[in-house]
Each structure stands twice: as structure tokens, then as C-alpha cells.
């Protein structure tokens, strides 16, 4: 049997006449089966024509895709008759070859301790450090192949999967089982969403959710038509265009707001979420409707007043509105949509527009009522900050878990964010100073809109996870603007 020869030309053929759509089932996972068997085999001592028995299976296991993925272990058994005898196999160790490999297929069902080592080889990632990288390929080339609708759950479908699979080895229940218990504890956690008491929580968010935005737009429109319209005061932002609009064409407000957000809903739709612009979207509308209500009343003539006020009532409208989810004024989203191409950062590029909307309320309505303006805009920036919890554009946040590699990978694929990973230590308690245990600290990104949603999922993981989060003044590169679609 010459395996020295073999291993090259089968390796090759994956490599070369895989569906690109196989990103789990590839030379890789065989190089990986292949490595595992040989360290399984060397702990149950096997005999060197054993050993090459199980490379063998091994490496042939998976050829069957080279076909097809349908009844691809009784293909890889026609591979193994088709190439094996120009490799000096024998009849009778090509049946053995070909007994390994169909007693991989699921559920497996090995006979001999050869298969056992072979079946365990297979499925080793799923106890080992790998799993949550090596999950997201299998489910990627699932879903690529058709194999996996849209509308099922990838962690119900695994909690499933390893509820019912066993490690059949010495070596691999000692190995592997433990960590794989774990990852099948940390995927229970998540499928929880999916229970009806979950349910019910969503459905409690969602009304919270809703309650805010109907509060944040009342709050909004209140400010609009109490404060800032009769007295032809003016705000930043799309909110400011659409004031100085009104006030130059007399155009309704509300339809004015609607029209200039409209083409930022749908850029919010592709830099943050398809959720997110819906929420925009019905935020906008929901403001509209009610100015269309209430009537436009001067509350006050006081200058001073209408600007502080005016601003608190809109800042801490708009602030409410974020913290469901949504947002009134699209601002943000031109900027993120401007700062991927250009060199300005958010804040230069919203400062530059603003600037932009005073200079034009100075010339047209006098330098007085553009400096009273810029005070309503930062009354109303200062209480956004405050009803948001002090989160700027992108909020730089810090992760201490037991349960750091599912957060890990609901980060990376659920979120779609880039994470950095330091290696440190936890514990040191008081009164318990000599306990303590290594740990990965995880560093993330995001932008505010993003923080409740962070903050839900960690929760949902991990309640008693550590969570601190600080202001990041600007970015560049990496990945921290585009959230996964939801």
C-alpha cells in the first residue's frame, strides 16, 4: 500500500475539482480527518497496516463530493475501487477501506474499532477549539447547496445534531466530549430565543420598543411646532433642511421631512439593516402624522427659551427614538455614507452640513436667529447624548466572558463585526485573590446604533458577562460600519 503516493494525488484532486460552494467539505476537512485519525490510531496502538487502513478511509471519505453531495460516501467507496489497486491495495483491504467510509455516514454506525476511529476523526471539531469557525463554513455550504432554507435555525439544527452524536474512541471521549458538552450547553443558550417564554420578552421589547418611538415623535413634534416653527427658529441636520425649506416654500413640514429622508432609509437599508430603515421609515411617518395633529402654538416668545427648550424637547425626542432602534433624522446615515468616500471623519462631515445650514439660516433670516439656532442644536445634541447613555458615533466595547468563544462567534456572524482578541486572566476576587483563570478579552466596534442590539445578544449569552464600553472619536479601516442583515 503506498499512502506516501496516494495522499498527494488525492489532495490534489480536491483542491482542483471541488464546487467552490463546498467550504467545509474540502481538502482542508480531509488533511484535518487525516491528522486526527493518525492521533487517534497512535493512542489505540494500532499496527502500521491498521494505520493505513484508517489514513486511507481518511483521506477517501469525502471524494464522493467530488460528484455530488447526495450519497457521496457510497461514491467515495467507488473512488476507493477505481484508484486504490494502481496503489497496490488488495481486494480485501479496498473492502475494508470502503466499510470505514460508509460507516462514517450520519448517523454513523461503525463496527470495528477502525471505523470508531475514522467516525471520530470526522467529527472531532465538534469538541474542539475550531467548532464555531468550522459551524459557520458547514452552515454556509448547507445553505449554498440548498440543504438548509432560510427559515430554519442553524442553532437548533446543530443543537440537534449534537444532542444525538457520540464519540465511539477512548481517546476522543477523554479529548473531545467534554468541550463539545460545552459548545452543546452555549448553543442551547441561544436556541432559548426561539422558546415562547423568549417569545413573549420580544414581544415586551417590542412594545417598549414602540412605546418609545410614539413618545421620542410626540416629543419631537411638540418642540417643531411649540417652539421652533412659529418662532422660525432652526436645528442641524436633515431636521434643519427641512426647517429652512418650510420656512423658504412653505412647503408642509411633515411632507418635507418624509421626502429628504426617504433616499437615507434607503442607504440605511445598506450600511446598517433592512430592520433599521423599516424603523426609520415608520419614525419619520410617525412624526409627520402627528404635526399634522397638533397645532402650530408659539409655547413661548422668549428667544432664550425656545432655544433651550426647544432643543431639549427634540434632543431628548430624537434620543428616544434611537433607543428603539430607529432614528428621525438621517443625518448619521449621510455620514457614514459620505465617510466611505472621503478622508473627514463623522464628525468633521456632520459639522461641515451643519455649518452649511446655519450659513444659509445667517444670510436669509439674520445672524441672530442663526446663533439662537446653533444653540437649540447643541441643547438638542447634549440631550441625545444624554438619553443614548453618552454614545457618540462608534463606541469602542470591551467583553470579559466565561462563555467568550460563542460570543465570539455571534460577534463575527450574526453581527458581521471584526473583533481583536487579548489573552488575560480573570478572577482575583475579594477574598478569593488566588483564584483565577485565563480568559479572552474581546474588543469590538460599533456604531450607537448598534449598541442595544450588542448589548441584548451578550445578555442573551452570558447575563453575568463584564460589559464596558468608551467613546471612540474616529476610525479608519477594518470592520465596523455594516451590520449582517436581520
Known amino acids: 500500500m503506498r499512502f506516501d503516493e496516494l495522499y498527494p494525488f488525492v489532495i490534489e484532486q480536491l483542491k482542483l475539482h471541488l464546487a467552490k460552494q463546498l467550504t467545509y467539505h474540502n481538502a482542508l476537512h480531509t488533511e484535518q480527518v487525516v491528522a486526527m485519525a493518525i492521533e487517534i490510531g497512535a493512542h489505540e496502538r494500532l499496527t502500521e497496516d491498521e494505520m493505513l487502513l484508517v489514513k486511507t478511509a481518511a483521506l477517501l471519505h469525502d471524494v464522493g463530493f467530488l460528484d455530488s453531495h447526495l450519497n457521496h460516501e457510497e461514491t467515495s467507496c467507488q473512488y476507493a475501487k477505481k484508484w486504490l489497486p494502481d496503489y497496490g491495495y488488495s481486494a480485501e483491504q479496498i473492502d475494508q477501506v470502503a466499510a470505514i467510509i460508509l460507516a462514517t455516514k450520519i448517523p454513523q454506525n461503525p463496527q470495528n474499532l477502525l471505523a470508531k ?27 449554498s447547496l440548498g440543504l438548509l432554507q432560510a427559515k430554519h435555525d442553524w442553532n437548533q439544527v446543530q443543537l440537534t445534531f449534537i444532542s444525538s452524536h457520540k464519540y465511539f474512541t477512548e481517546y476522543a471521549l477523554k479529548s473531545f466530549e467534554p468541550l463539545k458538552q460545552e459548545h452543546l450547553e452555549q448553543i442551547r443558550v441561544l436556541t432559548q430565543s ?6 413573549r420578552q420580544d414581544l415586551i421589547q417590542q412594545f417598549r420598543d414602540a412605546l418609545l418611538m410614539i413618545i421620542g415623535a410626540a416629543l419631537a413634534a411638540i418642540a417643531l411646532d411649540g417652539f421652533l416653527v412659529p418662532n422660525h427658529f432652526f436645528d442641524g441636520g436633515i431636521t434643519g433642511m427641512a426647517l429652512l425649506l418650510h420656512e423658504s416654500t412653505h412647503i408642509n413640514l411633515g411632507l418635507l421631512l418624509i421626502l429628504l429622508n426617504l433616499p437615507l432609509m434607503i442607504i440605511g437599508y445598506f450600511m446598517v439593516s433592512l430592520r433599521f430603515a423599516i424603523r426609520m421609515g415608520l419614525a419619520v411617518l410617525l412624526l409627520a ?6 397645532p402650530t402654538i408659539a409655547l413661548t416668545h422668549d428667544k432664550l427659551l425656545i432655544s433651550l427648550f426647544g432643543g431639549v424637547f427634540l434632543g431628548t425626542g430624537v434620543g428616544l427614538v434611537m433607543r428603539a432602534g430607529a432614528a428621525l433624522d438621517g ?14 471623519t463623522i464628525t468633521e ?24 439656532s446653533i444653540l437649540t442644536y447643541f441643547a438638542a445634541t447634549r440631550c441625545i447624548d444624554y438619553v443614548v447613555e453618552g454614545i457618540q458615533a462608534y463606541t469602542g466595547v470591551t467583553i470579559i466572558s466565561s462563555k467568550s468563544e460563542v460570543i465570539k462567534y455571534q460577534l463575527v456572524n450574526t453581527m458581521g463585526k471584526g473583533i481583536t482578541i487579548y489573552k488575560g486572566e480573570r478572577g482575583f476576587l475579594p477574598g478569593k485573590y488566588g483564584i483565577s483563570s485565563d480568559c479572552d478579552i474581546i474588543f469590538t466596534v460599533i456604531t450607537r446604533l448598534e449598541l442595544r442590539r450588542l448589548k441584548n445578544l451578550i445578555a ?13 472619536k474616529e476610525t479608519s479601516g477594518g470592520v465596523v460600519k455594516r451590520i449582517k442583515h436581520h
Do not use: M, W
Open 331 to 344: 443625518i448619521e446615515v449621510v455620514a457614514l455614507y459620505t465617510l466611505r468616500r472621503s478622508s473627514f
Open 194 to 199: 426561539t422558546s415562547p417564554h423568549s417569545k
Open 117 to 143: 476511529i475514522v467516525c471520530d476523526a470526522d467529527l472531532s471539531y465538534l469538541g474542539s477549539n475550531e467548532y464555531y469557525s468550522r459551524a459557520a463554513l458547514l452552515e454556509q455550504e448547507l445553505r
Open 460 to 472: 442573551e449569552i452570558d447575563p453575568a458577562a463584564f460589559v464596558f464600553a468608551n467613546t471612540i
Open 289 to 294: 402624522g402627528i404635526l399634522q395633529i397638533i
Open 349 to 372: 462631515i456632520i459639522l461641515g452640513i451643519n455649518i452649511l445650514i446655519f450659513s444659509i439660516a445667517a444670510f436669509k433670516f439674520g445672524l441672530e436667529t442663526a446663533l439662537y
